[in-house]
């Protein structure tokens, strides 16, 4: 089975703080993949990426970066939180294009 | 207009009915279609899996993908209350999956 691991489940950081959230997945995928999910919106697509050290940006970039420096890590950072930026969290992966998303189970994310 | 809608529900049935979760969407480029189920505080679990059009079996649960219409459906018979949790119904072109908002399911025992 497909193994995506986040590094934490529950995490509060404070306005202006830079914040890392860290994925790693153990089925040698070539795509990774962050969102977010709010209530009343769904899951919104943040960045992805298809191979090491390439990315692209989804739907909501804006405030966000991410990091691609091994196949199984992908990293999320938020430059400088702000409040509007609690959510939850998901990473997911996938063997290539076209093939089923698997996520973990997601980090909760609270800045006060 | 979102490009995949689904009822937010709740929805609530007896244990042992036969349960349809529907979504409709509206881009034409999506060339495969998913449902995922998530628990409470929990990531989306992959449940379905569909390219064309028609009907895919799995167990108790059936998936069902119109493109004429762009509807597609999930139902699952003998419905459990292990099978309360949200369904979040998705459509694919290339890399990128556009999700519903999900369905929540509850089974009563």
């Known amino acids: 089975d497909v193994k995506v691991t986040q590094s934490s489940r529950y995490l509060v950081k404070r306005t202006g703080e830079k914040v890392f959230l860290e994925c790693v997945q153990d089925m040698d995928h070539e795509n990774m993949f962050w969102y977010r999910q709010d209530p009343g919106l769904g899951l919104r697509l943040i960045y992805f990426s298809y191979d090491v050290k390439m990315k692209e940006k989804g739907d909501i970039p804006e405030g966000y970066s991410v990091s691609r420096e091994k196949k199984e890590r992908f990293s999320l950072i938020l430059e400088s939180a702000s409040t509007n930026q609690t959510s939850m969290y998901l990473c997911?992966?996938?063997?290539?294009?076209?093939?089923?998303?698997?996520f973990g189970d997601g980090t909760r994310l609270s800045i006060l | 207009q979102k490009e995949v809608e689904q009822d937010p529900g709740p929805l609530s049935v007896p244990e042992g009915a036969i349960v349809s979760l529907n979504c409709t969407y509206s881009n034409s480029a999506f060339q495969y279609f998913m449902w995922y189920r998530q628990y409470s505080r929990k990531g989306p679990e992959l449940l379905m899996y569909?390219?064309?059009?028609g009907n895919k079996e799995d167990g108790r649960f059936t998936a069902q993908v119109d493109k004429s219409s762009k509807y597609i459906s999930l139902f699952i018979r003998d419905s459990q209350p292990s099978d309360s949790a949200t369904y979040l119904c998705?459509?694919?072109?290339?890399?990128?999956?556009?999700f519903g908002t999900g369905t929540l399911l509850a089974v009563q025992p």
């Open positions: 569909t390219y064309s059009s």
């Open positions: 998705a459509g694919g072109a290339t890399n990128k999956l556009i």
């Open positions: 997911a992966s996938s063997l290539t294009t076209y093939q089923p998303q698997h």
